[in-house]
């Protein structure tokens, strides 16, 4: 699987980054717009439908 910040932020990189793309899956999680859960020590986010 490809890391998805790049592909939604042209500026993504490093921890500014990461910060921004992890604010943006709890804002969406907290609309109930998608679920998160951890898997192998890394954070998977599913569209809920």
Not at 19 to 37: P, R, T
Request: hydrophobic letters at 35%; charged letters at 35%; a negative charge.
């Amino acid at each position: 699987m490809t890391d998805p910040g790049p592909r939604v932020r042209v500026d993504y990189g490093g921890e500014t980054g990461e910060e921004w793309l992890c604010g943006l899956l709890s804002d969406l999680a907290s609309d109930e717009l998608v679920e998160l859960a951890e898997r192998d020590g890394e954070t998977v986010a599913r569209l809920r439908g």
